[in-house]
């Protein structure tokens, strides 16, 4: 079989770099450039990217090879229905390696067309490190690898005001891209570059904070046959995601008329501040998906999407969602609800088995972050316990004794949380294990027995009943 090259018609087309992307990763691939793709086709952006591989190992030399060509394939469910697409990415110029080639990495800095910076270096990577000096071929990290180009810009077109570039991070940490602003500008004092150059950042180059939303699953090796069947060429970068796209991006007028991502058919926002997005993604996605976990291991589902499609559970997350959590939100009702019918169908996408088990880790700060604030705000409101998260709180707790009918439950944590809570469960009774668990201002960061009124002899007596009936029926028996 044919390794994929652009020898057909219909590739041969090559855009002007436009695009310089920190990293070559499945999700980047996935998201950033397909959004590129379908503005060049949909919108006549026209925009090639240089991909910089910011590790030392890296796909780009595989990416050469294909000429920076790859398939996407798309799974997911939109309103109950199976959605399956494929798509050849064709917006890609070339990959560079700067460990192995330098001076083509800095080359980029001058290319006339050059107008936007994205990356994903991960988390990890929008960090300040002491070691990187303005010497370095290259430099360590993400930001000082940036602080480089900008400046090598900035010489090479005399500080023009009009050569700045707009840069989008979509490195999952809250305010990415003022913080990435924050380390350049370190990284400038640092090194001594000069108050004109720290002017031309701060005044001509623009940093965006931005939220993503896409599972992709990646390298599709459990189904290679599958995918290689829908295929009449060799590809080592195919990547598989799911169907749903959501980016949002702060930013006003003068982003899209750099940018026309309003023309890619997708669910793309530029808002005025993404915290609310943020907020709702935490709230509803991952509160949802955390708040499931320990009552449905208990009960003795193994995937998301059993937990979705079973009546009792699936009912149980539906209900969290719709009755206790969106009532604490401040977004449009509408829209609120339109997003979680869209989370549902993510949760039952029948294309990625999302095990329990997997997502099970640090149960504890992940409930302390997602789903905590919408039972205390939802009580601040109602004056009442929301009674489906607190059955969950309990589930979480009744989780963390690691046992359950006879058979290990999947604890992932900390040793210190884990020793508190087999502590905890040495006392035996329901009633002494809520006392010790939501008083410890540890894992809360609060006494919740004291800043939540009733929380402590409810959570108590949902122990009780799931322990002497079961997760479904004793849920059924509180809230007859």
């Known amino acids: 079989m044919e390794r994929l090259n652009r020898n057909s018609p219909e590739l041969e087309k090559r855009f002007p770099v436009k695009i310089v992307q920190f990293g070559e990763g499945n999700f980047l691939r996935a998201f950033v450039d397909y959004v590129i793709d379908r503005l060049n086709t949909e919108a006549g952006f026209d925009a090639g990217v240089a991909v910089v ?3 030392s190992n890296g796909l780009v030399s595989v990416l050469n090879e294909q000429q920076g060509l790859y398939t996407l394939f798309m799974k997911g469910v939109q309103q109950g229905r199976e959605i399956q697409e494929k798509r ?14 330098f001076d083509a990495y800095m080359g980029l800095a001058e290319e006339e067309s050059l107008g936007f910076v994205i990356s994903n270096t991960t988390e990890a990577g929008i960090a300040f490190d002491d070691r990187d000096t303005p010497d370095m071929k290259p430099p360590g990290s993400f930001p000082a690898k940036l602080t480089a180009l900008l400046y090598r810009r900035f010489r090479h077109f005399d500080g023009d005001p009009s050569r700045g570039l707009t840069i989008i991070p979509c490195e999952l940490i809250d305010h990415n891209g003022d913080e990435l602003k924050r380390i350049v500008l370190r990284y400038v004092r640092l090194w001594d570059l000069g108050e004109d150059f720290r002017d031309w950042i701060t005044n001509h ?13 990646g390298y599709p090796k459990d189904q290679l046959e599958e995918y ?28 899209t008329e750099k ?37 449905s291991l208990l009960y003795g589902n193994e995937t998301v999407k059993e937990t979705i499609d079973d009546p009792f559970t699936g009912k149980l997350v539906r209900d969290i969602i719709f009755e206790e959590i969106i009532p604490t939100l401040d977004m449009d009702e509408k829209e609120l609800k339109d997003f979680a019918e869209q989370v ?24 302390r972050v997602r789903v905590l604030p919408s ?20 589930a979480l707790i009744r989780f963390y004794k690691e046992e359950w009918q006879g058979r290990s439950l999947p604890v992932k944590d900390g040793s210190e949380e884990m020793e508190t809570f087999r502590t905890a469960w040495l006392s035996g009774s329901p009633a002494g294990v809520a006392e010790s668990i939501l008083g410890n ?8 027995s004291d800043t939540i009124p009733g929380l402590e002899q409810a959570v108590t007596t949902a122990l009780e009943q799931i322990e002497e009936n079961g997760v479904e029926q004793g849920f059924k028996k509180l809230n007859r």
Not at 238 to 251: D, N
């Open 205 to 217: 180059n623009s940093f965006h904070n931005t939220l993503v939303d896409r599972i992709v699953p």
């Open 228 to 255: 290689r069947s829908q295929l009449d060429y060799e590809d080592k970068l195919m990547v598989s995601a799911e169907s749903f796209l959501l980016w949002v991006i702060e930013g006003d007028k003068k982003l």
């Open 441 to 448: 201002t540890g894992l809360w960061g609060e006494n919740l």
């Open 375 to 394: 039972l205390k705000e939802y009580y601040s409101r109602q004056r009442e316990l929301p009674r489906r998260l607190v059955f969950a709180l309990a």
């Open 88 to 101: 050849l990415i064709s917006c890609i110029e070339r990959g560079i390696d700067p460990y192995s080639d």
């Open 53 to 55: 591989q910011p590790l």
């Open 344 to 367: 549902l169908d993510r949760f039952r996408n029948p294309f990625i088995k999302h095990y329990l088990s997997s997502i099970a880790l640090n149960s504890v700060s992940k409930f």
């Open 259 to 295: 940018i026309p991502l309003h023309k890619a058919g997708l669910d793309i926002k530029v808002v005025d501040s993404i915290q609310p997005y943020r907020t709702r993604k935490v709230r509803i996605l991952n509160g949802a998906h955390t708040a499931m976990v320990p009552f």
